[in-house]
């Protein structure tokens, strides 16, 4: 073999240069490095539900705003408004690029191609997303954005990353190069064990759904990676399709909150309204099939959900649990499938609420072989910083960017924690009446 | 500000591209990589002795050898015999570079400029290693260099570096890239804590003596860079030039056991023997004088030494404690300095023998205040993978390249500790009666 001489010490690796993180957010000091690079480094199935909207309520007009759960982390005194506004300008003046439009238009996504219509395609590359509103309310940021449906959806995820990883900047500006390097190593190495744990349980599958809170794109991109290594065929993809294209593995999502929480501000009497949720399914059950039949049934209330769905919605594939006790919703589910007459075992269950490895380890050893059973994990993959800084200054939040009106009428959530519910008092009255929700236990919402 | 793209993910630091230590390590799969990339690689004191050697011994016949005193490491059957050969190779067509010799000539060393005389420089820019004599015996390698003893000395250095790092490479292998990756931020959460204990010792003063068993080069450049960045002032340098040219730090260190090892090894009668050591120093006092004029006292016995020196080496500057217990060392220090009128807080002791962070700060908590306390801090800190691989893997070793003849005759080394004693046996008796020593107490010998 020849020597080969590799001066300077430069690095070269299969897949491109290499990324030093810590090297990298030490530049962050000293000039603007945009945060959201691409429109399509955003969660999949916010494409899926664009391409429903953009079908079947394109002219829908929606305002998204920006909610901080958790109000003591004062954003607005960590945050500064200019660089804000810089990170929000820099994504209006992204373009789906050609790269990104092939692989969306030639990709098998869930075993089918031509997922995305050229209608929609055609639509989606002479995208610009809309203006933005932001104004400073003492501590906190008012951002929303107003406009068509599917243009203003797909300001969620962008929002939410960039604030999250201007946090995350903010808080790591005093550190040094080496106090940095060192913060990466650790968290590195907690993630490194989570997935060793994970590596330990037979029959295991897991995604990443952990783009919106990430603590850094950088970080989300390097934690999928790990993933790779460490899972092989447990990790069964990221729901960031930026990363699942450069990454090479599959996109993963369905459906979420905004589409039954919009159909429903829009229905004009209770009748509506109380159909209103299955009307969201009759659409997507049109569109697809397979995998992409996720039921998310908690928006009004898990149980009265499930109790009066119709027979057709029980032969779907399966089902999200994304708030309350989700062995509770599990068990709900599997009985639910029984009664309408459905093997559960040949159902899917998805759990995406607030995972970390104890609880993934622990409903995997209760539901194994019960039914098919699959993890979306989130913030506590991709912004597990907690305890690594003074006075635990990256913890994660929670953060939200959440339709709140559609066509001038407010939206409501509920979800199976009060803690979670969104809207108007009288609003939400009128929905537990509508939906029949009594009493929730309340789970404190961390992330 | 104006927003600055950088596409693509490219690294830019203050100082060069960066370096991903996992990759590179990951690298070393597909292609070979030189490990000593320059002949000053090494440790300062070498080029100090060799321009010594070069002005008062340059005709002297030495042979040095490799000894692994860690025979459970079967080194033979871990590194491949014909990588060893390549990297020997390589070493052999290195040649004093520009920048290096200018840096060489230009810099002030304690404060001195011109430490190197233009005519070893001359002859240092023309030099080219001496052939090196491998076999293979059992698990084993003998690895031997003869010649003239200012160009087979300078071997030492390179020599050990490259059997550490291939058998840390060799370990490394089968390794993929983010088990490497969470390796070595296992690894540098340790440095760091390390450092950051060593920041809580007020007055400390320490510096990097770890080149020769180094886990590999990029790792020590590390951790020097993380000492820099961690201690600030208590961090006064390191013994590889390379990296002190590189870092813009220190070069540091005075002189070594191969020193009085060869003297006495060309000492012709038991008298001229019983003075050998101290003709190494009064060479040394003609050629150097402040922070170089440190004395290192056990090659043959410590106590013995001491008693018996003339009192111009009381008027040196400091001592340097190498073997034995150090505190016993260090105490038998003070005691001579008084009895011979010195006033032992004038003096530097430095502390070099298999330190951590224990023992420096139990050593510094002692003698602070007693004498000037220095830290040459070694394998552990370069080295300390213990317990990151299975069965321990990549634990350090005690590996060296001594001088064991001189112009046909055998070297002999006692040291302060029977374990690191050297040379055939009816010498080591001899030795033993002309200078005096006793029984020694035994202390194991890790790095």
Chains 1, 2 share one sequence.
């Not at 439009?101 to 031509?114: D, E, H, I, V």
């Not at 590596?199 to 783009?211: E, K, M, N, Q, S």
Request: aromatic share 10%.
């Amino acid at each position: 073999m020849a020597v080969r001489l590799a001066y300077p010490w430069v690095i070269h690796s299969e897949r491109g240069p290499s990324v030093d993180i810590a090297t990298r957010v030490y530049n962050h000091k000293w000039k603007i490095d945009p945060i959201v690079r691409s429109l399509i480094d955003t969660d999949f199935y916010k494409l899926l539900m664009c391409q429903s909207v953009f079908r079947n309520k394109p002219d829908t007009q929606v305002t998204f705003s920006l909610i901080n759960r958790t109000m003591r982390i004062p954003l607005a005194r960590i945050i500064d408004e200019g660089e804000l506004r810089e990170q929000l300008d820099h994504i209006r003046s992204l373009r789906l690029s050609r790269g990104e439009s092939t692989w969306l238009r030639g990709n098998t996504f869930y075993g089918k191609r031509q997922m995305f219509r050229p209608d929609f395609m055609e639509w989606f590359e002479g995208l610009q997303l809309p203006p933005y509103h932001l104004e400073r309310r003492d501590d906190q940021y008012e951002l929303t954005f107003e406009g068509n449906w599917p243009e203003v959806m797909l300001w969620e995820i962008p929002a939410l990353a960039v604030l999250m990883e201007l946090r995350s900047r903010a808080v790591l500006h005093d550190m040094r190069r080496f106090e940095l390097q060192v913060l990466y190593a650790r968290a590195m190495t907690r993630v490194w064990e989570k997935i060793e744990r994970l590596r330990g349980i037979d029959g295991l599958t897991i995604a990443d759904f952990g783009t919106r809170r990430r603590h850094s794109f950088l970080w989300q991109d390097w934690c999928v990676q790990a993933m790779i290594e460490g899972l092989g065929a447990k990790f069964t993809g990221t729901s960031n399709c930026l990363i699942a294209m450069r990454r090479e593995v599959e996109a993963i999502g369905t459906n979420a909150h905004e589409l039954p929480m919009v159909y429903s501000a829009l229905a004009e009497t209770d009748t509506e309204l109380a159909r209103a949720p299955y009307d969201v399914l009759s659409d997507w059950h049109e569109e697809h099939d397979g995998n992409l039949r996720i039921i998310l049934p908690d928006t009004y209330g898990t149980k009265g959900f499930l109790d009066r769905a119709p027979d057709w919605l029980a032969g779907w594939t399966g089902i999200r649990i994304d708030s309350g006790d989700p062995a509770e919703g599990a068990e709900t589910a599997i009985s639910w499938w029984k009664d309408r007459g459905e093997n559960p075992t040949d159902k899917r269950i998805i759990f995406s609420d607030g995972l970390d490895v104890d609880k993934i380890a622990e409903l995997h050893a209760r539901f194994s072989g019960r039914a098919k059973i699959s993890f979306g994990w989130g913030t506590l993959l991709t912004n597990d910083f907690r305890g690594l800084v003074p006075d635990d200054g990256l913890a994660p939040f929670s953060l939200v960017c959440k339709a709140v009106s559609a066509n001038g009428h407010p939206t409501v959530k509920l979800s199976d924690n009060p803690e979670k519910a969104m809207g108007p008092a009288d609003e939400v009255a009128r929905y537990k009446r509508v939906f029949g929700v009594g009493r929730q236990t309340s789970y404190a919402v961390e992330v």
